[in-house]
């Protein structure tokens, strides 16, 4: 394929590891949780992967883990509401959890999709920064694979790419990708 059929290059990006993807007994925000040391190392490795991407739109989850990502990739990013995670949503005191089903998600993230390849139709390169479950809803909406058929994993600072063309149906080109993740100074930046 070649790139110029290519109308859009979709980078879907899970935030890097934070204090509710690990096992403590410190005190913190359940719904909003920071990213912990590592995952702040981690969000710096995914900087620099796409630190020679040029032309990209950028967009993230207002919760903080995922903002603290992606500015790491880049300072000027879209603040989207619907790519909070599956279960999370804004409230005037902040985030809350409630119900949401894997339907509800999925149908938001079907949302989403539309709305970024409308949006972005002119050989574009958009960056997602979101959370695992709503990646999840977010990688079988663009595929078109249905809700339930199917549960994806997604890995902290994980990259996976999906093209849309034209003439050509939707590739998914990543899923997972992680190689940016290596050691430094001896700490190992991925692990399962």
Request: proline letters at 3%; a negative charge.
């Amino acid at each position: 394929m070649r790139n110029d059929e290519m109308y859009l290059q979709l980078y879907l990006i899970r935030h890097g590891e934070s204090m509710g993807n690990i096992e403590t007994t410190e005190d913190f925000d359940r719904t909003n949780p920071p990213l912990t040391p590592h995952g702040r190392n981690q969000a710096k490795a995914l900087g620099e992967r796409f630190s020679s991407l040029e032309n990209f739109t950028l967009y993230s989850s207002p919760l903080q883990r995922a903002k603290d990502t992606a500015s790491c990739i880049s300072k000027e990013m879209i603040i989207d509401y619907d790519l909070l995670e599956n279960g999370v949503r804004s409230t005037e005191n902040g985030f809350e959890d409630y119900c949401e089903s894997a339907e509800e998600c999925y149908e938001r993230a079907k949302n989403v999709i539309n709305k970024i390849t409308k949006k972005h139709r002119n050989h574009e390169n958009v960056i997602v920064v979101a959370h695992g479950m709503f990646l999840n809803q977010l990688i079988k909406a663009a595929l078109n694979i249905p809700c339930d058929s199917m549960r994806l994993s997604v890995y902290n600072a994980s990259v996976t790419k999906i093209n849309f063309c034209d003439d050509a149906p939707v590739k998914l080109a990543l899923q997972n990708d992680v190689s940016h993740l290596r050691e430094t100074d001896g700490e190992k930046l991925f692990w399962m």
